[in-house]
């Protein structure tokens, strides 16, 4: 089975820009959530989608929106870029069900300059 | 108070030894709980999960829950230098929703 695949790997962005970042779940995985990774903060939860519908949203400003297509796959954007946006954006899909553990995908690197 | 603790490290411990790794949460009505491994520059890895009170094992890791005191721990027996990483301990409350601890820094010395 092919792994969580994130696109693109990498992103230099300037400020007050947008972004969009991709992510492909893992055949079969209807549940994808994603995460920001800072230094500082750790891994912090930015929202979940399940069958095209976000279910769960982390505490993070409207410029950071998401969205599910039919075929599980999701994007996520983040306009107004700000320096503070500057992480590692970690996708992870999932069986549904509290029991299932997450699949990272390797993530996109964003820096905003 | 944080939903997921812990110790952020770093933890260093003789090659060959046992790593004790411990995380705390907040939420008593949490089902699942994970522990990730993550390698620098990489992202998490799924390593144990466990669900009930008591110990499960798998190779040289040990994943330890106690839902009364609100505890999960993992073991690492036979340390490598390999195991060098940052571990991540993850709670499910239910929601769909994990949520991760700051990661304790592991350092396995030769």
């Known amino acids: 089975k092919a792994g969580v695949t994130q696109t693109p790997r990498y992103l230099i962005k300037t400020r007050g820009q947008q972004v969009t970042l991709s992510c492909s779940p893992i055949s079969g995985h209807r549940s994808v959530s994603w995460y920001q990774q800072t230094p500082g903060q750790g891994l912090q939860f930015l929202f979940e989608y399940f069958s095209e519908t976000q279910r769960n949203k982390g505490n993070f400003p409207g410029r950071f929106s998401g969205r599910q297509f039919s075929n599980s796959r999701s994007e996520m954007n983040v306009s107004t870029l700000e320096l503070g946006d500057s992480a590692l954006y970690l996708c992870?899909?999932?069986?549904?069900?509290?029991?299932?553990?997450?699949?990272f995908g390797s993530g996109t690197r964003l820096t905003v300059v | 108070q944080k939903e997921v603790e812990q110790n952020s490290g770093p933890l260093s411990v003789p090659e060959g030894a046992i790593a004790s790794l411990n995380c705390t949460y907040s939420d008593r009505g949490s089902q699942s709980f994970f522990w990730y491994r993550q390698y620098s520059g990489k992202s998490p890895e799924l390593i144990m999960s466990?669900?009930?009170?008591g110990d499960k094992e798998d190779g040289r890791f040990t994943a330890q829950l106690n839902k009364a005191s609100q505890y999960v721990s993992l073991l690492i027996r036979d340390s490598q230098p390999s195991d060098s990483a940052t571990y991540l301990c993850?709670?499910?409350?239910?929601?769909?929703?994990?949520?991760f601890g700051q990661g304790t820094r592991l350092t396995i010395n030769p």
């Open positions: 993850a709670v499910n409350g239910g929601a769909q929703k994990l949520v």
């Open positions: 992870a899909s999932s069986e549904e069900g509290p029991y299932y553990g997450y699949t």
């Open positions: 466990i669900y009930s009170n």
